[in-house]
Nanobody
Framework: QVQLVESGGGLVQAGGSLRLSCLAS????????MGWFRQAAGEEREFVAA????????VYGDSAKGRFTISRDNAKNTVYLQMNSLKPEDTALYYC?????????????????WGHGTQVTVSS
């Protein structure tokens, strides 16, 4: 049974940083493309970043470029999202997801497995 468990969210002031973690079980993250999405209240789920299966190339959404970094630790079977220079508009529930494919990673419909999310709140 596949499980993705996010952690690391919280309340932070604008300009601050957080590192989110996604611990996977039931799959090997290096064999999957792993993504981060976020969903603010009343809005659609938004792509944040992904790391491709295998070689681990990165893909970033516009909101994440230059501020967020996705990485993975294969030994710990964990994916991370380092978020710097946070803004109030980054406030959302952040989800980790996994897919067996290596393309169109911006689309939530491509993903097979999802975590329950971790809340990030950025105060102004």
């Amino acid at each position: 049974q596949v499980q993705l468990v996010e952690s690391g969210g919280g309340l932070v002031q604008a300009g601050g940083s957080l590192r989110l973690s996604c611990l996977a079980s039931g799959l090997t993250i290096s064999a999957y493309s792993m993504g981060w999405f976020r969903q603010a209240a009343g809005e659609e789920r938004e792509f944040v970043a992904a790391i491709m299966r295998g070689a681990g190339k990165f893909v970033y959404g516009d909101s994440a470029k230059g501020r967020f970094t996705i990485s993975r630790d294969n030994a710990k079977n964990t994916v991370y999202l380092q978020m710097n220079s946070l803004k109030p508009e980054d406030t959302a529930l952040y989800y980790c997801a996994a897919t067996s494919i290596g393309w169109s990673l911006e689309s939530p419909s491509r993903y097979d497995y999802w975590g329950h999310g971790t809340q990030v709140t950025v105060s102004s």
